[in-house]
């Protein structure tokens, strides 16, 4: 029984010094070092545009009012039709406004004749006291009498100019140029009695168009630093997937809000954009596109080279053939580029593919590096 268990050890030693050997025998395969692309990190000037989400809003909107009460005679114009300053709306009837106007003449007229009695009654009676053929008592009522017909005057004159204007406010017209509303009211009610029926329709003015957005107050504040205009150029754009056009319309910021919120951090910007054709409303979430300079000489590397950690942002780069992780300081993302301030100098190396599976300190291959690729802009 020793035997053979004494037998069996022998065997199984035989078999595992003679394995390791063998294996020791074989070459061990040398793994492969991954393929990248790299681009070689350049200091240049480009266009730098950041793009904001912002609502539209209307320049100006106007209520037409009836400004005098009567009934209401022709309408003047068709709903949705560009109007112009000026042009003529609705029509309030006149009757009642010609005779008041012409009443109002009447008194005046009848006024002045009076002042010019008074006048010269004064002008008759002054010798006759300076010759003491009449008393000054006589003279002094004359020109009381004369006061009050010049008094009466004026006030005729007013009567008759609040008349003409009552008379003008029967022709309601557009006090701006733009698109006016349908009517509020019809042809034949009586308006200007109430609040209910005094508004008569609304146009809208939407040429120029604002633009409003809330930038955090850091960014805004660096977009002002180093913009290149003066206002800041925009553009504004509609998503061209719902609304069929990516067409741009150009524009300048007109306003900046000197206060920032504290809620939110963010500060309200207006911008000012021509809309020529009246393409766009009142209301619409557009994306602004503001420019800020194309002089300024920078490192730009596009967004999805950035990765994360708890040290911050980093990209993959290349020294002596090994990954290294490079970390850095952006001081501008938008969804087209970064904008490196420190952690990439010119004459880098950039990995910008089969990132994958890499990690610091591996040995890579260098694939192939690819020209400059051309930053997009509106």
């Known amino acids: 029984m020793k035997r053979v268990t004494l037998l069996s050890l022998l065997l199984v030693s035989t078999f595992f010094f003679t394995a390791c050997s063998d294996q020791e025998q074989k070459p061990q395969k040398e793994i492969a070092k991954p393929n990248v692309t790299i681009q070689v990190i350049t200091k240049k000037a480009f266009p730098i545009w950041v793009d904001f989400v912002g609502k539209s809003e209307a320049y100006e909107t106007i209520s037409v009012i009836a ?16 109007v112009q300053k000026g042009d003529l709306l609705f029509e309030i009837e006149k009757t009642e406004y010609e005779a008041a106007l012409e009443k109002a003449q009447g008194q005046l007229q009848s006024n002045k004749a009076t002042l010019a009695l008074a006048k010269l ?13 009449a008393p000054q008592e006589k003279l002094d009522d004359l020109k009381a009498q004369e006061k009050e017909a010049q008094a009466a005057v004026r006030i005729s004159a007013a009567e008759v100019k609040q008349a003409k204007l009552n008379l003008s406010y029967c022709s309601v017209r557009a006090s701006i140029d733009g698109v006016i509303s349908d009517r509020i009211v019809d042809v034949g009610n009586v308006v200007g009695k109430s609040e209910d029926n005094t508004l008569l329709a609304v ?26 205009t003066n206002p800041i150029v925009v553009k504004a754009s509609t998503d061209k997937n719902k609304f069929g056009s990516d067409r741009s319309y150009e524009g300048v910021i007109n306003y900046i809000d000197p206060r920032t919120d504290p809620k939110t951090g963010t500060v309200n910007v207006r911008a000012k954009i021509k809309n020529d054709d ?37 990209v993959y780069t290349v ?60």
Not at 67 to 82: C, D, P, S, T, Y
């Open 67 to 82: 400004r005098v009460q009567g009934r209401l005679e022709k309408i003047h114009f068709k709903a949705g039709q560009k």
């Open 121 to 133: 009654s004064v002008k008759r009676y002054k010798p006759l006291v300076k010759d003491d053929l």
């Open 203 to 228: 146009i809208v003015d939407r040429n120029p168009l604002y633009v409003y957005i809330h930038p955090s107050t850091e960014t805004m504040n660096k977009i002002q630093h180093y913009a290149s």
């Open 278 to 314: 009246y393409t766009l409303q009142g209301g619409m979430h557009v994306t602004l596109s503001v420019f800020v300079t194309d002089q300024i000489p920078v490192i730009q590397i596009d967004p999805k080279y950035l990765r994360q950690d708890q040290g911050g942002s980093y």
């Open 319 to 378: 020294k002596e053939n090994k990954v290294v992780q490079s970390y850095i300081d952006v001081t501008l993302q938008t969804n087209n580029y970064a904008i490196v301030k420190s952690g990439l100098k010119e004459g880098d190396l950039l990995i910008v593919s089969g990132t994958q599976r890499l990690r610091k300190n591996m040995e890579i291959t260098i694939k192939a590096t690819p020209s400059d690729a051309n930053v997009s802009h509106p």
